[in-house]
């Protein structure tokens, strides 16, 4: 099923697209395996082959053969690259520099967005975001998360609000929490080995 097109980026056929291309365009000096941008991009692995190879012809992407994978690479020197990295990462790119920041931090449980920015990339608004605001379950090495916050900010160009929770607050909300949940909000990582959290983790990529 073609996912739709979000209000954030028309010129992008669709979420799916833009998250790819956000992912390869944000990371340019990393390889992606199929599978990886399958779950980045919230998609069908077939869906997701096609889009790289759409790429690829554009030469915006470039891939490369090891043993039976295929990685895939952003190609830095095609004349529109930083146009569109720009553009990318304006509108897709948040969960795609924010995700892999966060979720290796020791302590890190879950890290989900919410506020303008995903109100925005949901349609609800046609503010354009002042910061960006993440919610980290867990608890997390202040110092680690304070200089993936850093990374993430001059990455995005634009200031990152993080805040930081218990996973049983998560659960037995205050009102802050109350408030987020009540709002959109979008699910970046989950620990796969924390049961408690079984329904954010259905709720990734949305």
């Known amino acids: 099923m073609k996912s739709a097109t979000s ?7 669709s979420d799916t697209q833009g998250r790819i291309l956000a992912a390869l365009l944000a990371s340019p000096h990393r390889e992606f395996t199929v ?3 399958t779950q980045i991009g ?8 096609r889009e790289c190879q759409r790429a690829e012809t554009a030469g915006l992407v470039a891939s490369r053969a090891v043993g039976r994978t ?5 190609n830095e020197h095609h004349p529109l690259f930083t146009s569109f990295r720009q553009i990318l990462i ?12 966060y979720r290796d931090i020791a302590g890190v449980e879950a890290v ?6 995903v109100e925005r990339f949901k349609g609800k608004t046609n503010r354009n975001p002042a910061d960006i605001d993440v919610l980290v379950l867990g608890k997390p090495n202040r110092d680690a998360l304070y200089e993936a916050e850093m990374r993430a900010e001059k990455a995005l160009s634009i200031p990152m609000q993080t805040t930081i929770r218990a996973v049983s607050a998560w659960l037995n909300p205050d009102p802050f929490l109350t408030d987020v949940h009540k709002k959109d909000y979008m699910v970046l990582y989950v ?3 924390n049961a408690n959290l079984a329904s954010l983790r259905d709720q990734l990529g949305e």
């Open 70 to 74: 295929l990685l895939f690479k952003a």
């Open 7 to 13: 209000p954030l980026a028309p010129l992008f056929r």
């Open 42 to 49: 919230d998609t069908s692995q077939p869906t997701a082959w």
């Open 191 to 193: 620990a796969d080995d």
């Open 90 to 101: 304006s509108t897709f790119g948040p969960p795609a520099v924010i995700a892999p920041e």
């Open 35 to 37: 599978a990886e941008l």
């Open 112 to 117: 989900i967005l919410f506020g303008s920015w």
